[in-house]
């Protein structure tokens, strides 16, 4: 029998605990063959969230730390100063990065520490139950804006990225949606660099994934990928914004 | 020997680093020293006094509330460090700057116009060692020669004219006690 | 053992800490620690460590969770207000069971408070400080030499246990100068074994690492397995300092700069003939309870002397139980003990007079207690914002 696909060495074998239809899933898929394709998985040393992702240290092969809401860039700044031949990722949901952590992820930034952050932007904290996140839309429902994200209550949605590209130590900032096989093809080419830069000493990287939760959008899959297409990419365009990999 | 002492003075009249120039003569005299600063909110100007002790044996407190010794540099500190003194202490007063007297009369009062002997030797600055130059005279809690090389520790960055000034200032101010 | 030099204690606790292999410091500003990054700031490089100003207290201390996840001697330093806002980086060093180093150069508070030294932060420190059940070993130097060389006591203690170590000191022990030596050469931490814990790169194909928080269902075994090591610690582990405390009619206990206010009133006492002891715990968790409870059966009253609103006091009470009377000489919000109001506090003791003694009750009743405070001391003052 030849074998044709298999799942990354980079990842552990532990099922995943993740909803049916979540973007979690593929992220931590592509983010393993990232490891293997470049050969670091043994470099390698995550930090692990709070949110859904809570348990991804369960699920990749290498060392992991599993850290307090909002600190991964903090966590991951401590790791890689003791260790610098690491390689060193944060993995992050909206609610972790964009809300309670917005400081932490700022001024890595600002040092350009020299590491990974994945960005999961579902437009809601999925964990505790489909709250409002920073990056809910205007007229999204979520269990603490029940009639929708209204602006003139809750203000409008951030774009992580065209902030963070504002700051000079931010060298690469793209972000990307696993909605169809061709994006999760651009995915999977974005986070490789990601890893790549640091690999290379580049500096601060940040890929943002748009990424899709039927749970708490209250969606079947298919309406939820269309979501992510007719309603989250108009918010947040997916592109480049922000490549000084090689300067 | 236990010599709790209070410097106190203007910012910018070196009650401070005299502060530490004794603690650290201590230190080369083989005995324990401290010192503990107290700075008013401003950063320059201001009133400024440190707590400095020198002990044969330990340290107590290094918070001096009431001390051997006072040296009074300027003329607010004189009502705010007379009534501390202890009984019998010693009260050295820059008389250059200083009209008032104290009233109290259980305490050794030692008056050295600090300012006009610095200006002789050139430099208004280093009046804080005259009357450190004094209070050595009077008490001998540490030596010339271990003030001598303190200063070398403390002030790393002095010229070396600069350093035979400050021992100029400091003999002065120790003759200036008969 | 290195020649006695006039250190700054906030210099000497820094200096201190990279001699005891610290090769990972991150903090942020906050009066009266400051000294203790500006000189990580300039001496770590050279240690061949990482020094990080972070961007706030919070991040200071999960940057230290990062790299004690490593296996790297790291520490933050702080004051008050800034050590309240690691608690939440300290619970989960706690429950990760990683080893590290906490400074509290306390102030007075509560809130923003004043910058003057203070104790107010004992509860704190010695019940743990952030949620759940845990605790941190604590530290509680007396000078400028024991805060030079409490970082590598604190560091064997928390290797050994496999948790935080806070050192408690206070502003003034902070910023006063004082002659000191270290009693240990410096220690190269690439010749300290490994930890089979930490995360690291590896070759070998070794089995993965996490340090992880979350318990889930194995939380209970957990809890229950640290406290197993608690209470090792506190059978093992407690130290203390004695002067004059066998035989004495009154037990003065105090810890850190109170303790040398003390000193200052056991030597007075002996002049007037009276006989007055000390007793200083060293380490403030574990209490030395046992000890102190052996002496002060044999005393006719214990005094507790702090700069803080009857927080030490509890644990002497505790300690005492019930066995012999326990007295109360408090100096909160930046006070500062000496050793005459110390000794009438002594004397009020003795001849049943209230002139000293504070007493939460009595108080409410209109009972006027006088904390001293040495207004000469102006950096007691009030720095306008204090950060």
């Known amino acids: 029998m030849t074998i044709i696909a298999k799942k990354p060495a980079s990842l552990t074998d532990l099922p995943m605990h993740y909803c049916p239809g979540c973007g979690h899933g593929i992220v931590h898929r592509l983010m393993g063959e990232a490891f293997d394709e470049l050969n670091i998985a043994d470099r390698v040393i995550g930090v692990a969230p709070v949110g859904c992702a809570v348990f991804a240290d369960s699920y990749f092969a290498c060392d992991m730390v599993q850290g307090a809401h909002g600190r991964g860039p903090a966590i991951a700044t401590g790791i890689k100063r003791s260790k610098p031949q690491a390689i060193v990722f944060s993995y992050q949901g909206d609610g972790d990065l964009a809300s309670i952590g917005m400081a932490e992820i700022v001024h890595a930034a600002v040092r350009s520490e020299n590491i990974t952050v994945i960005f999961i932007n579902n437009a809601i904290y999925g964990m505790t139950g489909g709250q409002m996140a920073p990056t809910t839309l205007v007229g999204q429902v979520a269990t603490t804006a029940p009639k929708g994200r209204d602006p003139k209550l809750q203000g409008w949605p951030i774009n992580m990225c065209e902030m963070l590209a504002q700051i000079t130590g931010a060298k690469y900032l793209e972000r990307v949606a696993v909605d169809s096989p061709q994006n999760v093809m651009k995915a999977k080419k974005a986070i490789k660099k990601a890893f790549e830069n640091q690999v290379n000493g580049v500096g601060f990287s940040m890929v943002e994934v748009l990424s899709q939760c039927p749970t708490n959008w209250y969606a079947s899959v298919p309406q939820a990928l269309e979501f992510v297409r007719t309603k989250m990419m108009p918010q947040y365009p997916l592109g480049v914004f922000k490549d000084e990999g090689g300067k | 020997m236990y010599q709790g002492i209070r410097i106190a003075g203007f910012g910018g009249q070196g009650v401070i680093s005299a502060g530490i120039l004794l603690a650290q003569a201590g230190v080369e005299d083989k005995k324990n020293a401290s010192w503990l600063p107290s700075y008013g909110p401003e950063m320059r100007g201001g009133t400024a006094n440190c707590s400095v002790v020198v002990s044969d044996g330990e340290v107590y407190t290094p918070i001096v509330s009431s001390p051997d010794t006072v040296i009074i540099m300027n003329e607010p500190s004189l009502p705010k460090f007379e009534p501390l003194l202890k009984k019998g202490g010693l009260m050295i007063i820059n008389s250059s700057l200083i009209n008032s007297r104290p009233t109290r009369t259980d305490i050794t009062v030692v008056c050295v116009p600090c300012n006009k002997i610095a200006e002789e030797l050139g430099m208004d600055r280093i009046a804080n060692l005259v009357a450190l130059g004094a209070f050595i005279k009077q008490t001998g809690a540490v030596t010339l020669q271990s003030v001598e090389h303190a200063m070398k520790k403390v002030y790393k960055r002095a010229k070396p004219e600069m350093l035979e000034l400050n021992k100029k200032a400091l003999q002065a101010g120790y003759d200036a006690v008969k | ?387």
Not at chain 3, 196 to 219: E, T
Not at chain 3, 236 to 250: L, P, Q
């Open chain 3, 1 to 387: 053992m290195t020649e006695k030099t006039l250190r700054k204690g906030n210099e000497a606790l820094a200096e201190g800490a990279i001699r005891a292999g610290v090769r990972f410091f991150a903090g942020y500003p906050i009066t009266p620690q400051n000294e203790v990054p500006e000189y990580m700031s300039a001496h770590m490089a050279e240690a061949g460590g990482a020094f990080v100003q972070a961007e706030s207290e919070v991040a200071a201390i999960n940057m230290v969770y990062g790299a004690a996840s490593t296996g790297t001697r790291s520490m933050t330093s702080s004051s008050s207000p800034g050590v309240s806002l690691k608690q939440e980086g300290i619970t989960y060093l706690a429950s990760a069971d990683l080893p590290c180093l906490i400074v509290n150069v306390m102030r007075g508070g509560p809130g923003l408070g004043s910058i003057s030294g203070s104790q107010g932060d004992y509860f704190q420190a010695t019940r743990g400080g952030g949620n759940g059940d845990y605790h941190v070993i604590v530290l509680a130097p007396n000078s400028v030499e024991e805060l030079g060389n409490f970082p590598k006591l604190g560091f064997e203690l928390a290797e050994k246990y496999r948790m935080p170590c806070m050192i408690l000191a206070d502003g003034i022990l902070g910023q006063m100068m004082e002659s000191m030596s270290f009693n240990f050469d410096p220690i190269d931490p690439n010749q300290l074994g490994k930890f089979d814990w930490a995360v690291d790169i590896h070759k070998n194909g070794r089995k993965k690492n996490n340090v992880f928080s979350y318990k889930g269902d194995n939380l209970i075994a957990d809890v229950v397995e640290r406290a197993k090591r608690y209470g090792l610690i506190e059978k093992t582990e407690a130290r203390w300092e004695e002067r004059e405390a066998e035989g004495c009619d009154v037990l003065l206990v105090a810890y850190g700069l109170s303790s040398r206010a003390c000193l200052e009133a056991v030597n007075k006492a002996k002049e007037e003939g009276l006989k007055v002891g000390l007793f200083r715990p060293i380490t403030l968790w574990p209490f030395p309870s046992k000890r102190l409870a052996e002496l002060a059966g044999k005393a006719k009253a214990v005094l507790t002397v702090e700069q803080s609103l009857g927080q030490l006091v509890q644990d002497v009470k505790l300690a005492i139980n019930g066995k012999t009377p326990v007295y109360l000489n408090a100096y909160p919000a930046g006070g500062q003990p000496d050793g005459n109001t110390i000794l009438t506090a002594v004397r009020s003791i003795l001849s049943g007079g209230k002139e000293g003694l504070f007493d939460l009750q009595e108080h409410a009743d209109g009972f006027n207690y006088e904390c001293k405070r040495d207004t000469s001391l102006g950096m007691q003052g009030d720095l306008k914002g204090g950060k």
